[in-house]
């Protein structure tokens, strides 16, 4: 129930000498607050922002006691001997003394100051008084009397001064360009969200600790909302939200493609003229002016613009690539003059040159962003790179990409990467970080509100890279189910990071030798999944927990949007003991026949459910497939793929190829020498490509062509 506040007029702000009769801090103090009496929130509000943190509290406070809270300017105000919580700004004031090292410092404090048990949350700036707050509802305990406030006396400031959450800007229901998935739960789509949903999603992840927003800018999006300006609408949307919240917003953009990736324009060309530069070209300048008007509009809503422009890109002129980054930052500044630039280099063959090419062309001012994922560098490159940034004086942040999850258009799933987090920070602020310091971290949100859990982990992380991850995953869980729920929350958790990420970065990732789904003991991984999805399926919202978190959806939503995750983790665990038992059974002589048989009937196809899927396919089900060819070959077995798989993938394969025509004007003739991409859309082996080719050709959908290539028989009908 929303609580109408009582707001006393602002009458005078609080002097320092308030600070005597102050308890030794040494002595426990806890506060707390009944139903019975009123509240007092002690605040003198100036900025939007202020008001904002203030409102925020008070609304959270009334909603716990059911009772109206009372703002007022003095402690004065205060009856003698209330409880009451004291919110400040400034670096000493009210006998408490803020860090200046961050705009984000801040203490929490309870103790007794004449008379008054208090609740001091101060802040080095209304960005701090933030942080404060936000740490001040996470350590309340909604118990008895009504709202307990336990001992605290804290203080601090981020480790990552700028920590931003990057908006992938992929939808569910379109596969990167190869298919539609009209399963998937349209909840995942936050481009669909209401005016509202969208307002508490961006606040969610400032609550997350995330200092910012990078908002991403590609041409998937133009196609999947049917036009460029229909998804700046939303671009802005999500930028004004951000800003109400006191924090800063970046804009990424492929500043290079403007076409493909489900977006088709015809006028697009990058090809000039012979004896033309790209950039002195009429029709290819027309391309970048066209584009990169359309990006500028963003620029009075952004703090920095970052191009991704060194990879791919589609100029093959290195010098037509830096021609044309000046003016995409030229036009970003002819609107926002302050605007700061920056540049993602991807996996540049070599960094240090590259840095030395920006420097070259007028770019040193910008702040160059290294890839994150730790098996682009090998041992010692990432504090040689550092090195040469200290040396150029170039500033350094982190594009973090892949970290907290895979893509969403290629093999994306819930994942909960928290030890994974830890262990990378770590490094990198023990290693790189000391010799030329990072400003900027973004970490990617592609899989939205199945990610949130993740994500949180990131945003305390980078602002402290020491805090216990279970202590993180425990916070969220407790924070948004109470603590009824929240253990038991807790517990999935749990097992969703044992079993798809595992403990560091090497079993996370899907190229490395350590990686896995699943832990070494699979009977484990069945039982702890069966007994999650019980407590799941069976668990009811505890209606009298005032959620601490700002939501877009209520607790049930994200129990609900998990559920599925569980059952596809206890169906590969099933898989798995199968396997074994048929390895066992292979060890002791059984017959190929009976082992066939055995096999056949181990392969029930993980299901999708309504969970968002990628070109490569649901893992579990994935890893399921290539684990029962292996067992064929091994024990030279004769397995035979479910029609559904098979019909399945025909259907998706079909869909790629009606994509791909849709572009041309004449028919898309293919194999895997002229057009390798087709099957690399979907990571499939030739074989399996052949098949699902041949179940096209038997359903009369594709045909072979004369020199043995293969098209659709009605492509006609898809061109454009």
Not at 150 to 163: A, G, N, Y
Not at 367 to 375: A, C, F, R
Not at 462 to 477: G, K, S
């Amino acid at each position: 129930m929303l609580i109408q506040l009582v707001i006393i007029p602002y009458r005078m702000a609080f002097a320092d000498n308030q600070s005597s009769d102050v308890k030794d801090n040494s002595e426990k103090v806890t506060i707390e607050f009944s139903s019975n009496i009123v509240t007092f929130i002690v605040a003198n509000p100036n900025t939007e922002l202020e008001k904002r943190i203030t409102n925020r509290l008070a609304e959270y406070v009334s909603n716990v006691l059911h009772k109206r809270v009372s703002i007022v300017e003095d402690i004065q105000l205060v009856p003698t001997g209330k409880p009451a919580i004291i919110l400040l700004t400034g670096k000493n004031t009210f006998g408490v003394s803020v860090s200046a090292g961050s705009p984000e410092s801040f203490i929490l404090e309870t103790k007794v100051v004449k008379g008054h048990p208090l609740v001091i949350a101060a802040g080095n700036t209304e960005l701090g008084l933030k942080r404060a707050v936000q740490r001040l509802i996470l350590k309340s305990e909604q118990r008895e009397p009504g709202l307990v406030v336990p001992d605290i006396h804290l203080s601090e400031s981020p480790w990552m001064s700028k920590r931003e959450w990057a908006v992938c800007p992929w939808s569910p229901e379109f596969v990167r360009r190869a298919f539609v998935n009209p399963d998937v739960d349209k909840k995942l789509n936050i481009w669909l969200y209401s005016d509202q949903q969208t307002a508490d999603y961006v606040e969610m992840f400032d609550w997350f600790g995330f200092s910012g927003c990078q908002l991403m800018e590609t041409s998937a999006n133009y196609g999947n909302m049917g036009s460029p300006e229909a998804f700046l609408d939303k671009q802005k949307r999500l930028a004004q939200n951000i800003r109400k919240n006191g924090q800063h917003v970046t804009y990424w953009v492929w500043a290079a493609q403007f076409d493909d990736y489900g977006w088709n324009d015809k006028s697009v060309t990058y090809a000039p003229a012979p004896g033309k530069s790209a950039f002195e070209d009429t029709k290819v300048r027309t391309t970048f002016e066209k584009y990169y008007n359309h990006y500028a509009q963003m620029a009075p809503y952004v703090d920095l613009l970052i191009a991704h422009f060194y990879d791919p890109g589609m100029l093959e002129n290195r010098e037509d690539v830096f021609s044309y980054l000046g003016l995409l930052q030229n036009k970003f500044k002819e609107k926002n003059p302050k605007i700061q630039f920056g540049v993602d280099f991807w996996a540049a063959e070599s960094p240090s040159d590259y840095m030395q090419q920006l420097i070259d062309h007028g770019f040193s001012n910008s702040l160059l962003l290294q890839m994150s994922l730790p098996n682009v560098y090998k041992p010692g490159e990432r504090e040689a790179l550092h090195e040469a940034a200290k040396q150029k004086k170039i500033k350094m942040g982190m594009w973090g990409w892949y970290m907290t999850e895979y893509e969403s258009d290629q093999l994306p799933m819930m994942h909960v990467n928290t030890k994974a987090l830890k262990g990378f920070y770590q490094s990198i602020r023990n290693g790189a970080n000391k010799i030329h310091p990072i400003n900027y971290w973004s970490e990617m949100e592609a899989y939205h509100l199945n990610n949130i859990f993740t994500m949180y982990s990131a945003g305390q992380l980078l602002w402290n890279p020491d805090r216990d991850p279970d202590e993180i995953l425990h916070e969220i869980a407790e924070g948004i189910w109470g603590p009824r729920n929240g253990t038991l929350v807790f517990d999935a958790l749990s097992l969703i990071q044992d079993v798809r990420t595992g403990p560091n970065w090497n079993t996370f990732w899907w190229t490395t030798p350590e990686y896995r789904l699943g832990t070494d003991n699979p009977e484990g991984d069945y039982q702890r999944a069966e007994k999650c999805i019980t407590v799941f399926e069976n668990m009811e919202t505890d209606t009298s927990f005032v959620p601490k978190f700002p939501l877009p959806f209520p607790p049930a939503t994200f129990v609900e949007l998990t559920l599925p995750h569980l059952r596809q983790i206890k169906a590969y665990a099933e898989f798995r003991i199968k396997v074994n038992k048929i390895k066992e059974a292979a060890q002791k002589g059984f017959s190929k026949e009976e082992l066939t048989r055995m096999a056949n009937e181990a392969w029930k196809p993980v299901p999708e459910y309504n969970t968002w899927i990628g070109a490569f396919g649901q893992t579990e089900a994935t890893m399921q497939e290539e684990t029962m060819f292996k067992l064929a070959k091994d024990l030279d077995l004769t397995i035979t793929t479910p029609g559904s798989l098979r019909f399945r993938d025909a259907n998706r394969l079909l869909q790629l190829l009606q994509n791909n025509q849709r572009q041309l004007t004449t028919p898309l003739q293919f194999n895997d020498e002229s057009h390798p991409n087709i099957r690399g859309e979907f990571h499939w082996s030739p074989e399996k490509f052949a098949d699902r080719i041949n179940m096209l050709i038997e359903k009369g959908c594709v045909e072979k062509t004369a020199d043995g290539k293969y098209q659709l028989v009605n492509w006609v009908i898809y061109c454009r």
